[in-house]
C-alpha cells in the first residue's frame, strides 16, 4: 500500500498531554494502535505547542483555523484516515478535508460525549430536570453524523445515541481505554507502605474543578474529623487561583499541583478520591487508581462506564457525609481495603484488555474502507447537512478567512 493510503491525520484542538488529561491518553492509545499496524501518523494543531506535550516521534504541524493555507497542506498529504479529536474540530476542518480529501475515512473522536457532560453540569447549577436537546448537542449530533464513524469510549453513551437521538448503530464504535498490561498488585505498596488521600484530574476540566470545590466545602471538612491526622493531596495540571484558594495546610488539604508520573504518584496514597459530580465519558482518574493498585472511591457519576454498580466493593454514594464516612472505612479497615483493590483489578482485566478492542476496531475500519461509497450511501443525513443550505461552519470560517485577508491587504 502507499505512503498517501497508511497516512493517518490526528486533527487535534490541544497538543496530546497524557500526563495531564485523560483525553491525552485516550488520543494516544489509538494512535499507536495504528501507527502498530502500518500507518504512518501525523498531528496537525491550531494549538500553541506546550511543554507538557508528549512526545511521540510521529509528525507535528502546526496549522491555522480559517486559512486557505491548511488546504494545500492536507491535499498534498492525503490521509486514508482522518481524525478529530473534538467535534469543534470537524467543524473547523471537516469540510475543508471533504473537499481537499473526498476519499479519506474520517472519524470523530469525542473522548466523552461533551453534550451529555454540559446538559449535566446545567442541571447540577440550575437544579432543573436534565435536558439533552440543547445547542450544543445539535452541534455535536451533526459533526457525528457528517463523519464516516464515531468512536465512543463509553457503552452509555452509545445507548444513549441511539435510543435519544435515532443514531444507527454502523455509524458508532465503542473504543474504552486500552490496557496493554495488567499490575501485579504483589509488586505494588501494601496498605501499612501507604498514607494518605489522593484526588488528581486536570483542572481544565470542568468536572475536575467541581469535584475539588465539592470536597473541599462538603467532604473534607467531615472527612478530616473522621480520620485526625490524615491529609488529602489533589494533584492536577493548570492549578490556578480559584483552585488554590481551597489549598489548607492546617487541616490537611493540600492543592499540590501536576505530577509528572501519575502512577507512580498514586501508589504512595492509601485511597484515591474522584468525587465527581457531573462529566461523560471514562475517567482517566479511576483507571490510574487502579493501575497502581490505589482503592479508588467514586460517585455514581464516576463509577458510569468504568464498572457496573455492583462491582467496586461498596456501595456508591454521592452523598458528602455517607461518601465520608465510606473513605474513612475503607482507609481504616485493612480487609475491606483489600477487597476495593481487587475489585478494580477485575474491572481492569474485564473491562479494558487491549487484546478484547483492538482487533474488532481494526475490522471496523477494514470494513467501511472495503466499501466506502456504500457506507456513505445510507448516510442520508450527511447528505443533507452537506447541501449549500446546512454547511454553516464552512460559510463562516470561509468569511473570517476573507475578512483576515482583506485586513491583511
Not at 506535550?53 to 493555507?69: C, L, M, P, R
Not at 454540559?118 to 439533552?132: C, D, M, W
Not at 501499612?192 to 481544565?204: A, D, P, S, T, Y
Not at 475490522?363 to 446546512?390: F, K, V
Request: hydrophobic share 40%; aromatic share 10%; glycine share 6%.
Amino acid at each position: 500500500m502507499s505512503r498517501s493510503h497508511k497516512t493517518t491525520l490526528l486533527l487535534a484542538k490541544h497538543w496530546p498531554e497524557p500526563a495531564s488529561t485523560a483525553a491525552g491518553r485516550r488520543t494516544l492509545d489509538i494512535l499507536d494502535l495504528l501507527a502498530e499496524t502500518g500507518y504512518q501518523i501525523e498531528i496537525a494543531s491550531p494549538a500553541q505547542p506546550t511543554p507538557f506535550q508528549a512526545k511521540t516521534g510521529y509528525g507535528e504541524h502546526q496549522i491555522e483555523v480559517n486559512d486557505a493555507s491548511f488546504d494545500a497542506w492536507v491535499r498534498e498529504l492525503n490521509p486514508a484516515l482522518v481524525i478529530y479529536d473534538r467535534f469543534v474540530m470537524e467543524e473547523q476542518f471537516g469540510w475543508r478535508v471533504r473537499e481537499q480529501c473526498p476519499r479519506a475515512i474520517t472519524i470523530l473522536d469525542t473522548s466523552d460525549f461533551h453534550s451529555l457532560r454540559e446538559a449535566r453540569h446545567q442541571a447540577l447549577k440550575t437544579g432543573e430536570a436534565l435536558n439533552l436537546f440543547h445547542p450544543i448537542a445539535e452541534r455535536e449530533i451533526a459533526a457525528m453524523v457528517r463523519c464516516d464513524l464515531t468512536v465512543m469510549i463509553s457503552r452509555v453513551e452509545v445507548d444513549l445515541l441511539k435510543e435519544h437521538f435515532c443514531l444507527p448503530d454502523w455509524q458508532l464504535h465503542y473504543l474504552p481505554f486500552l490496557v496493554r498490561g495488567l499490575p501485579d498488585t504483589g509488586t505494588l505498596p501494601g496498605f501499612e507502605e501507604r498514607e494518605h488521600l489522593v484526588m488528581i484530574g486536570g483542572f481544565k476540566h470542568a468536572p475536575n474543578r467541581d469535584a475539588t470545590a465539592w470536597f473541599a466545602q462538603e467532604i473534607w471538612p467531615q472527612l478530616h474529623l473522621l480520620l485526625p491526622g490524615v491529609e488529602c493531596h489533589v494533584f492536577g495540571a493548570y492549578s490556578d487561583h480559584a483552585m488554590q484558594r481551597y489549598h489548607n495546610p492546617a487541616t490537611g488539604l493540600r492543592i499540590r499541583g501536576r505530577t509528572e508520573d501519575a502512577l507512580a504518584t498514586l501508589a504512595r496514597y492509601r485511597v484515591n478520591l474522584a468525587p465527581l459530580r457531573f462529566g461523560a465519558g471514562q475517567k482517566g482518574k479511576i483507571l490510574e487508581g487502579w493501575l497502581s493498585g490505589t482503592p479508588t472511591v467514586t460517585t455514581p457519576i464516576g463509577a458510569e462506564s468504568m464498572a457496573d454498580a455492583q462491582d467496586w466493593g461498596y456501595s456508591l454514594t454521592d452523598d458528602p457525609q455517607e461518601f465520608a464516612q465510606l473513605v474513612a472505612k475503607i482507609y481504616r479497615e485493612k480487609n475491606l481495603w483489600l477487597s476495593v483493590r481487587d475489585a478494580g483489578a477485575r474491572a481492569l482485566a474485564n473491562n479494558f484488555s487491549y487484546r478484547d478492542h483492538t482487533s474488532a476496531f481494526l475490522a471496523r475500519l477494514e470494513e467501511i474502507a472495503s466499501d466506502l461509497d456504500g457506507h456513505r450511501n445510507r448516510q442520508i443525513w450527511r447528505r443533507i447537512l452537506n447541501r449549500t443550505e446546512h454547511r454553516a461552519e464552512e460559510f463562516m470560517s470561509r468569511w473570517i478567512e476573507a475578512k483576515n485577508r482583506l485586513a491583511d491587504s
